[in-house]
């Protein structure tokens, strides 16, 4: 196991106070003060969906929030988990030691998965390129779903010689360059 502390959500402005890391499951623990209002616990929750989503080696593992604050008369202490997250637990920090214990009670444990030292490593991408972004789009669809479009040859030609131009020129200056390709649903965007 290993214990991640003040772990930096990248391009989100977020840190997690403490990551328990196990054999396939992560422990976000997030401390407060006082309160273990409700955007504490959205607090917690979204620091796992982040890492559900855009976190490498929390990918296919269990993530169970927990909100440890001061002050707190009645713990919450049922893990239900759903999505690979877990309804936040919420305790005082006389008994995290208990959360911690009842989350690795409800998991399974992987002792296949990457050592906690892969976690700390593995990257963070929190938007897919645009190459994985259209893999996804068009997974289960064929080229020939590509094919359809209201745009003329002539008017493909036309808009992949303008891009290519552009390119091309920006290349050649060692600039960057965008575009944009726009137009109505089915009008040939996405085969141009």
């Not at 840190?15 to 396939?24: N, S």
């Not at 779903?145 to 030609?157: K, Y």
Request: aromatic share 6%.
């Amino acid at each position: 196991w290993g214990v991640c502390l003040e772990y930096e959500i990248p391009r989100r402005g977020g840190r997690i106070d403490a990551a328990l890391l196990l054999p396939g499951a992560t422990i976000v623990i997030e401390f407060k003060a006082s309160s273990a209002d409700a955007a504490a616990q959205r607090q917690a929750v979204d620091y796992c969906l982040e890492l559900r989503d855009f976190h490498a080696g929390s990918r296919g593992q269990s993530l169970i929030p927990i909100v440890c604050a001061g002050g707190l008369q009645k713990p919450r202490l049922d893990v239900h988990l759903a999505g690979g997250v877990a309804d936040p637990l919420v305790v005082a920090p006389a008994s995290l030691a208990l959360a911690i214990r009842q989350a690795v009670n409800a998991i399974e444990l992987d002792d296949s998965a990457p050592d906690w030292q892969s976690w700390v490593r593995a990257p963070y991408a929190p938007t897919p390129t645009i190459l994985e972004a259209a893999r996804a789009l068009y997974s289960g669809h064929s080229v020939r779903d590509l094919s359809i479009s209201e745009a003329s040859a002539q008017q493909l030609q036309e808009t992949e010689t303008a891009i290519r131009e552009v390119v091309e020129r920006a290349q050649s200056q060692g600039k960057n360059a965008a575009c944009f390709v726009t137009g109505v649903p089915g009008a040939g965007k996405t085969l141009a």
